[in-house]
């Protein structure tokens, strides 16, 4: 997949300020492709590099990526056909147990991943799944809670990148394990809100097996010229459909062999 850029920098910079304008002050905008519907997934992808740009301008640190859409729940529930990658900053971080505020959200939702830590740097193309294996540090329980920042949370693959993925915060939590200990393929999970379980899933929905997830995620990495450093924190994608979420909710993500992540939501 050769990423083609087909806006004017000008343009870039306009898209990244609108985005950037809806994540921080946490109001909704049109999907982009309204004003620009001839826009390529490369074009998203160059609004999703120039908001990175500016946060670690602004003094945010780069701790991982994301891979999104990669369940077929996922593509289903969004209508679209291609998974896609984020990036996540240390200000999206959040304790495992802690209180997340959802005044600076707009559409907030929760869902189940399995987080890997990287102990080597990984380049493509054509990394494969027994390459991310190896180069597997551990793999912990993790909630992403994901915000899209589109009207009516109606949006299209191309709007989703240079919104970087819905990114938004994230908890990691559980027990650490390491790959060898565990069949990745069949992790069960279920998620309680409110003491009720809402979904459930296994981790075989991510591609087949999560590591499946970070490999394209470094196969993506590498179209836009980058690398996956040794030490990075590394989603694979929900395992289930996002499940919405309001002040006073509370959510426990039960994870086979991999424990629990727990989060309450607050104004």
């Known amino acids: 997949m050769r990423m083609n850029v087909t806006l004017s920098r000008e343009d870039i910079v306009r898209l990244c300020e609108r985005v950037e304008g809806a994540q921080t002050r946490a109001y909704a905008i049109p999907k982009l492709t ?17 908001l990175r740009r500016r946060f670690l301008a602004q003094g945010h640190r780069l701790v991982g990526w994301k891979a999104g859409l990669t369940s077929k729940a996922k593509m289903q529930q969004m209508g679209v056909s291609v998974p896609s990658i984020g990036f996540l900053t240390d ?19 929760v869902e189940c991943e399995v987080a890997f830590v990287m102990k080597k740097t ?14 597997t540090d551990y793999v912990l329980p993790a909630v992403e809670v994901i915000d899209s920042r589109f009207s009516g949370f109606k949006f299209d693959l191309e ?36 003491g009720e379980i809402v979904t459930m899933g296994a981790s075989a929905a991510v591609l087949g097996h999560p590591a499946e997830a970070i490999a394209m ?23 289930t459909e996002a499940v919405a979420v309001k002040p006073g909710d509370s959510i426990v993500a039960r994870f086979q062999e991999l424990g629990s992540v727990s989060m309450r939501f607050v104004e």
């Open 91 to 109: 200000r999206m971080a959040r304790p495992e147990n802690s209180a997340i505020s959802t005044a600076d959200l707009v559409h907030p939702r």
């Open 34 to 50: 309204d004003e620009y519907p001839g826009m390529t997934m490369g074009d998203g992808y160059a609004v999703q590099s120039e």
């Open 122 to 135: 990984l380049r493509g193309p054509n990394c494969t799944r027994d390459e991310v294996l190896a180069a």
């Open 159 to 194: 709007s989703v990148v240079a919104d970087n993925g819905s990114s938004a915060r994230f908890v990691g939590g559980g027990r650490a394990r390491y790959v060898e200990e565990l069949d990745l393929r069949t992790l069960g999970v279920v998620m309680e809100k409110n």
């Open 217 to 239: 995620l470094v196969n993506i990495l590498a179209d836009l010229g980058e690398e996956l450093p040794a030490g990075s924190f590394v989603m694979s994608g929900g395992i």
